[in-house]
Every structure is written in structure tokens, then in C-alpha cells.
């Protein structure tokens, strides 16, 4: 209940969910993307070009040692700087404007409408907040991918350079907003997979293998199926949006300058859009999901929040 007496979700849990409750949900946004994206930097650049290029790179390994023979170590750490600040501030409009929306639909369903039809409330605020999401992420994901997927010496690699130089060739490249279509067609529905099957298998858990009130659980044990629920949520999540995925990679290569999005998947094929690094995608975006789902609700612990989801 709110202070008015109306039943108000900002106020239906444990913890009230006002300015400083959403904030605090923006920079544990901020930590969940932008730290776990920028770790995987090497395995990002083997699966980009590998999408790219699948007769050259063949599998992960093979990518990275080929990666490091041609350009050193340094190559395979390509994209580094926009990763970190593009995902960091996709993660604090994803997660901070996923609690806003999740509160504001809920808020307009009431609160019998709102428990009953909760998975139509998770998917709406998930898809909401990804709008946004994207198109701040946008021109460093653009930026990102030129750098990974440019032959070596024909792009520059520090990321001020290569800002620079997207900017200047926008004409070619559609920067900064070129890709946003197919960035909301794969960050869209991956968001969407990722919170909802996060939300639900958190509860799923909690009804059905720790039975007990989610309250005395330990800190550990609640870490626990945050992590877990949200490593199964990523491999869903890598399934649903791989072939948006490959189109992003494929908009980098020179040769497709100028091509419509149709043009190009035609081009490569659905089948090879769907399969080409998926092993890879899967693996790595499992383990990115968990990860911030881990991290997200550990710092929402640490501020008194508790953890995400439940019953």
C-alpha cells in the first residue's frame, strides 16, 4: 500500500521503490553489463568473425590462436573501450528502467490483474527498457564490431580514433544509429527471454525445490539460484536472438556497404544466420547471464535490496 491508501507496487514489497531504490537498480545495471561484456572481449571478437568470415575462422580456439598469431594478444582485446562504456550504459537502462516499467504496468493492471497476469508484465517492462537500452548502446555497438571484424590496419583500434573515424565515414557506415533496427531485433527479444525465463525460473525455484519462505534462505543460497536461474535464462536467451546477432556482425563487413538487412541475410542464409557461432554465442552469453544476474543482485544485497524474484 502507498501513503494514500491505494494498493501502489512501489510499495506492495519489503523494500519501498522510489528515486533512490531505482537509482541504486541503474548502477547495479551499470556493473552487471558493463564489467561482464568488457571480460569477454576475446570471446566476442573470435565469434564476430567467425560470423563474418566462417571460412577463415572455423571454432572459438582456432579464432583466438589465429587472432593472436596475425595481430598478438592485442587482438583478440579489440573493442575493448566501446564494450565497456556501450554495455555499461545499455545494463543501467536495461535493469534501472526494467524496475520503472515493471512498477508502472503494474501499477496500471492493479494489483489482482498484476499477480495474475505477471509474466505479461515481465515481458512488457523487459521490452520497454531495452528500447531505450539500445539506443544508447547503439553507435559504441557500431563502433565495437568495425573494430573487431575490419582486417587488421584497415580500422583503428583505440577507441577515440575509431569513434573518429565512424563519425567521419558516416555516410558508409550509417553511424550512429545505422544498426539500431537490427540491435532492437536482437536486444528486444533477448531481454525479453532473459527476464522473463530469469523471473520465472527464480520462481519456479522457489516453489518448488526451496519451499521455505524466501526470507530464510541465506545470502549464499539466494546468490545461488540467482546465478543458476540466470545462466538457463542465457542460453535461451543466445538461441532467441543469434540470428539478429549475426546480421549486427554481418552490417560491419565492408563488402556489404550499402546493403539492406533482407539483402544480406538472403545473402548468408537463415540457416547459417542461426548457426554460425552459436556454440560459442551460447557458452559465452550462459555464462554472461548468470553472471550478471549474479552480480546485479549481489550489489542489490549489499544496498539492503534484497534479490530479485521469487513466489
Not at 565497456?84 to 515493471?102: P, T
Request: proline share 5%.
Amino acid at each position: 500500500m502507498s501513503f494514500t491508501g491505494k494498493w501502489d507496487s512501489r510499495f506492495a514489497g519489503p523494500v519501498p521503490h522510489d528515486a533512490s531504490y531505482y537509482a541504486k537498480c541503474m548502477l547495479g545495471g551499470v556493473l552487471a553489463c558493463g564489467v561482464t561484456h568488457a571480460g569477454i572481449t576475446p570471446l566476442d571478437v573470435a565469434k564476430c568473425n567467425m560470423q563474418v568470415n566462417p571460412t577463415k575462422y572455423t571454432g572459438t580456439v582456432q579464432s583466438l590462436k589465429l587472432l593472436v598469431a596475425e595481430e598478438g594478444t592485442k587482438g583478440i582485446w579489440k573493442g575493448f573501450g566501446p564494450t565497456l562504456v556501450g554495455y555499461s550504459l545499455q545494463g543501467m537502462f536495461k535493469y534501472g528502467l526494467y524496475e520503472i516499467f515493471k512498477d508502472y504496468y503494474s501499477n496500471l493492471a492493479g494489483e489482482e490483474a498484476s499477480q495474475k497476469y505477471k509474466p505479461a508484465i515481465w515481458l512488457a517492462g523487459s521490452a520497454s527498457a531495452e528500447v531505450f537500452a539500445d539506443i544508447a548502446l547503439c553507435p559504441l555497438e557500431m563502433t565495437k564490431v568495425k573494430i573487431q571484424t575490419s582486417p587488421s590496419g584497415t580500422f583503428p583500434i583505440p577507441f577515440g580514433a575509431a569513434l573518429k573515424e565512424m563519425s567521419r565515414t558516416k555516410a558508409d557506415t550509417r553511424f550512429p544509429f545505422g544498426s539500431l533496427v537490427p540491435l532492437w531485433s536482437r536486444q528486444i527479444p533477448y531481454t525479453m527471454a532473459k527476464f522473463f525465463f530469469f523471473e520465472k525460473i527464480v520462481q519456479l525455484f522457489y516453489t518448488h525445490v526451496f519451499t521455505e519462505p524466501k526470507e530464510t534462505y541465506g545470502q549464499a543460497t539466494q546468490l545461488g539460484i540467482t546465478f543458476t536461474s540466470g545462466y538457463l535464462a542465457g542460453v535461451v536467451c543466445a538461441i532467441v536472438s543469434h540470428p539478429a546477432d549475426s546480421l549486427v556482425s554481418q552490417l560491419g563487413k565492408p563488402e556489404n556497404k550499402g546493403k539492406s538487412f533482407g539483402a544480406i541475410a538472403n545473402e548468408v542464409g537463415f540457416v547459417n544466420l542461426c548457426t554460425k557461432g552459436l556454440g560459442t554465442r551460447v557458452i559465452m552469453i550462459g555464462t554472461l547471464t548468470g553472471f550478471q544476474w549474479w552480480i546485479y543482485d549481489t550489489f542489490k544485497t549489499t544496498m539492503g535490496m534484497g534479490t530479485t524474484g521469487g513466489k
